[in-house]
């Protein structure tokens, strides 16, 4: 199937009260993996491309730094891998920019070929936000792309967003958003965080996604609301990267029990990275130790010392500069490359397909509908947003 807007799937989670989880790719391989653990579940599948996950997936390892013209080039990279392995599979797929941090990186990511952009206001004033947002959504909506706002602070970090402490949303601000803007879904903040140190025992205040949801109802508006930072930094996984001398400390992820709460309460798309970088490192490592020749390997040996360098992080992207060719282009060269994607795919697939089971989404691919971004476009110009 082509690529298909945001909307139809959010439209499909309100109508039939399943949760969808939209998880972050940063390699073709990733990619490929998240499709077709979907496929297997008969779930649709938002893949998402954080900001600077584009500059990464351009070429540029400080993705920290990186440009908007790596950004180009990373969002056209990750696109085409979508394309390809979307093409092929009987599901409908969301290609989502995550935390786009100005009009330009959406406009980049839009012209790159997502379906569907986020941009992080959050950071200013309310009407401030209002008018980056509204900006946003007059350019992509014309293109049949839907548009994802935030309103509320996350603690945590997670590549450029950071916050000391939180500042939860206020259920009639949100509403307000909503109307002033015309996005298709908000990103709120109630008590989730960025990043795998979330702090123990965390409580989501369930109380704004209904007082959202309700006022939303009472006024027939359409949004969707979305939970960020809900990785659930599953404890196994910690424990085996640590047993294999990595050094993490601290991590704590949002239980899957109240995210499942959540989901009843009105959340309709669920955000998920951490659990996916923490699998596929794991994977690694112990590839390396039960295979130790790999360890001086050509190709992959680079991989094994920045592991070792690095033992306290765990985000892909850090060990991965030695394949970026693997890593941007899909390029497999030798049998010791082919054994690190093995390593990414089987992590992205353990991850997601547990999370596709308990938010609910398995089997509900065909209830989507299939729609086209001219076709979004002429829905959106109707309905004048």
Known sequence: MSLIPLRPLLEASMKYGFGQGAFNVNAVAQAK???????????????QGADLANGFMGGNTDFIHAT????????????????????????????HLDHGRDFDS???????????????GSFLPFDENV????????????????????????????????AASSTYTNPLS????????????????YGTMHGASKGKNVKLRKEIPVAIRECMNHLGIFGALVSHGSSTVPGYIVDEINALG???????????????????????????????????TRNMKELFAARPKLRTSPSVGGIYELLEKKKDQFDPRVFLPPIMD?????????????????????????VVGTLIVEFGSFGKAPLVEQVSLEEMAERYRKAGI
């Open 174 to 189: 949100a509403v307000e958003f909503f109307q002033k803007t015309g996005v298709d879904a908000l990103a709120i903040s």
């Open 68 to 95: 908007l013209e790596d950004k180009k080039i990373g969002a056209r990279n990750i696109a085409g891998a979508v394309k390809k392995y979307a093409q092929t599979a009987a599901i409908p797929v969301v290609l």
């Open 131 to 162: 008018e980056l947002t509204r900006e946003v959504v007059k350019y992509a909506h014309a293109r049949g792309v839907s548009v994802e706002g935030e309103l509320g602070v996350l603690a945590g970090v997670e590549d450029h967003v950071f």
């Open 246 to 280: 990595g050094e993490l400390a601290d991590t704590h992820g949002i239980s899957i029990e109240q995210l499942k709460a959540a989901i009843r309460c009105g959340i309709n798309k669920i955000n998920v990275d951490t659990d996916i970088r923490l699998a596929v």
């Open 106 to 120: 959406c406009v980049a990511a839009i012209e790159g070929g997502y379906t569907s952009v986020m941009i992080d």
């Open 326 to 350: 693997t890593v941007m282009y899909g390029v497999v060269e030798d049998e010791d490359r082919a054994a690190i994607v093995d390593c990414i795919e089987r992590g992205v697939k353990e």
């Open 33 to 47: 993996a998240a499709i077709e653990v979907h496929e297997m579940f008969r779930s649709a599948a938002i893949l």
